[in-house]
């Protein structure tokens, strides 16, 4: 529900946790410029939230990796959350998906003409791309609103409409990075999942965001493909009557299983914590859920994110190399405002681009 009829209660909690004047104090510093803050030479846009997990970050950055690689040599930097690794890597064809987290190999994956790279310290890591990859025309900074010692050009901020900021709190009572006060730093406010919003809704949170900060504020949702499998084996079709067996590690798996359902198939969610790595006993938990399911129309669907860290499982069996199919999702900028949308990033990156 889009409104804020928990505000006193949400403000008398953020004004008693320590965590929201710890994360006020930092803010402040920087924008004191008493804590330093590097400004790359190059376009660089942020994808992020003030949110724990689940506002779409990844799907954002594909999509504007479609708007930008066919004009543009894009690289993608992300901290790899969850990689066995420390330090900057860039990767390449072969790097495996621990070395550089689930989200950077989904992308290097998928699209094959850019680069992908891994840092903790994003200025560090810039600084290696520029060296690393001369020819780099445009950085984006995947989940990076708060690693404030990077100044991006444009700060895109994600937030579901699902779980609003406005009704949520700072950690620990809430899943807040910090406060909602952070929206100053936006240049552009996607409020993402919107499937469901009324026009009246819409209209309320584009005020919000105003009160905040007047920026450009888009809408968003998932547009759900279609089932591939992961394999290489035969593809199949959900259908009304198909069984599925629903295995996820992302922080949010309740509209995936929706939107199955609407397909017409009958669902059974075998949740993971997100990111979750699998393990031997995952895989034997998994194979017994999908055998208890009877009858021969059925399948196991997972996602992209999930996908890659199944892929090159030891531990994957047979049977279930034959049943495993994957659901891509792509963001769909809503109420005919793509091309605004797509205007002020194609507009930023060509006035800012080396040879403008």
Same mark, same amino acid.
């Given at each position: 529900?889009?409104n804020?009829?928990?505000?006193?209660?949400?403000?008398?909690?953020?004004i008693? %946790?320590p965590?929201? *004047?710890?994360?006020?104090?930092?803010?402040?510093?920087?924008?004191?410029?008493?804590l $330093? $803050?590097y400004?790359?030479?190059?376009?660089?846009?942020?994808?992020g939230?003030?949110?724990?997990?689940? $506002?779409?970050k #990844?799907?954002?950055?594909?999509?504007?990796?479609?708007l930008?690689k066919?004009?543009w040599?894009?690289?993608v930097?992300?901290?790899?959350?969850?990689?066995?690794?420390?330090?900057?890597? @860039?990767? +390449?064809?072969s790097?495996?998906?621990?070395?550089?987290? +689930?989200?950077?190999?989904?992308?290097?994956?998928?699209?094959?003409?850019?680069?992908?790279?891994?840092?903790e310290?994003?200025?560090?890591g810039?600084?290696r791309? @520029?060296?690393?990859?001369?020819?780099?025309d445009?950085?984006?900074?995947?989940?990076?609103?708060q690693?404030?010692h990077?100044?991006?050009?444009?700060?895109? =901020?994600l937030?579901?409409?699902?779980?609003?900021? *406005?009704? +949520?709190?700072?950690?620990p009572?809430?899943?807040?990075? /910090?406060?909602s006060?952070?929206?100053k730093?936006?240049d552009?406010?996607v409020? #993402?999942?919107?499937?469901? =919003?009324?026009?009246?809704?819409?209209?309320?949170?584009?005020?919000?965001? &105003?009160r905040?900060? +007047?920026?450009?504020?888009?809408?968003?949702?998932?547009?759900?493909?279609?089932?591939?499998?992961l394999?290489?084996?035969?593809?199949k079709?959900? $259908?009304?009557?198909?069984?599925?067996?629903?295995?996820?590690g992302?922080?949010?798996?309740?509209?995936?299983?929706?939107e199955? /359902? &609407?397909?017409?198939?009958?669902?059974k =969610?075998l949740?993971?914590?997100?990111?979750h790595?699998?393990?031997?006993?995952?895989l034997?938990e998994?194979?017994? /859920?999908? %055998?208890?399911?009877?009858g021969? %129309?059925?399948?196991?669907?997972t996602?992209? &994110?999930?996908?890659?860290?199944?892929?090159?499982?030891?531990?994957?069996s047979?049977? =279930?190399?034959?049943?495993?199919?994957?659901?891509?999702?792509?963001?769909?900028?809503?109420?005919?405002?793509?091309?605004?949308? %797509?205007?002020?990033?194609?507009?930023?990156?060509?006035?800012?681009?080396?040879?403008?």
């Amino acid at each position: 529900m889009i409104n804020d009829k928990h505000g006193i209660a949400k403000k008398v909690l953020d004004i008693v %946790n320590p965590y929201s *004047w710890i994360t006020a104090t930092r803010n402040r510093l920087f924008d004191a410029e008493v804590l $330093t $803050t590097y400004i790359p030479e190059i376009p660089t846009i942020c994808v992020g939230n003030i949110s724990v997990g689940g $506002t779409g970050k #990844t799907p954002h950055t594909e999509y504007l990796i479609r708007l930008l690689k066919e004009k543009w040599h894009v690289t993608v930097l992300s901290r790899g959350y969850g990689r066995k690794s420390k330090g900057y890597i @860039l990767a +390449d064809e072969s790097t495996p998906m621990p070395v550089i987290g +689930d989200e950077p190999f989904q992308i290097k994956s998928k699209f094959k003409g850019i680069d992908v790279a891994v840092c903790e310290k994003r200025a560090i890591g810039i600084e290696r791309i @520029l060296d690393d990859r001369k020819k780099t025309d445009v950085i984006l900074l995947d989940d990076s609103f708060q690693h404030r010692h990077v100044k991006a050009g444009i700060n895109i =901020l994600l937030i579901d409409s699902s779980r609003p900021i *406005w009704q +949520d709190c700072i950690l620990p009572f809430g899943r807040m990075r /910090e406060s909602s006060g952070g929206i100053k730093r936006a240049d552009i406010v996607v409020i #993402t999942k919107c499937n469901n =919003l009324t026009s009246e809704q819409k209209a309320w949170c584009r005020d919000y965001i &105003k009160r905040e900060k +007047d920026v450009p504020v888009f809408f968003s949702s998932m547009r759900y493909g279609d089932i591939y499998p992961l394999f290489g084996q035969e593809k199949k079709e959900i $259908t009304a009557g198909t069984d599925i067996l629903l295995v996820t590690g992302i922080a949010r798996p309740q509209p995936l299983k929706e939107e199955i /359902e &609407k397909r017409g198939a009958n669902v059974k =969610l075998l949740r993971y914590a997100d990111h979750h790595n699998f393990t031997p006993n995952d895989l034997d938990e998994i194979e017994k /859920e999908y %055998n208890r399911i009877n009858g021969n %129309n059925k399948m196991i669907i997972t996602t992209e &994110k999930d996908a890659t860290r199944l892929l090159l499982h030891p531990g994957v069996s047979q049977m =279930l190399k034959k049943s495993i199919h994957v659901l891509p999702i792509e963001v769909e900028i809503l109420d005919n405002e793509k091309d605004i949308f %797509n205007k002020i990033i194609l507009d930023y990156v060509t006035e800012n681009s080396r040879n403008s």
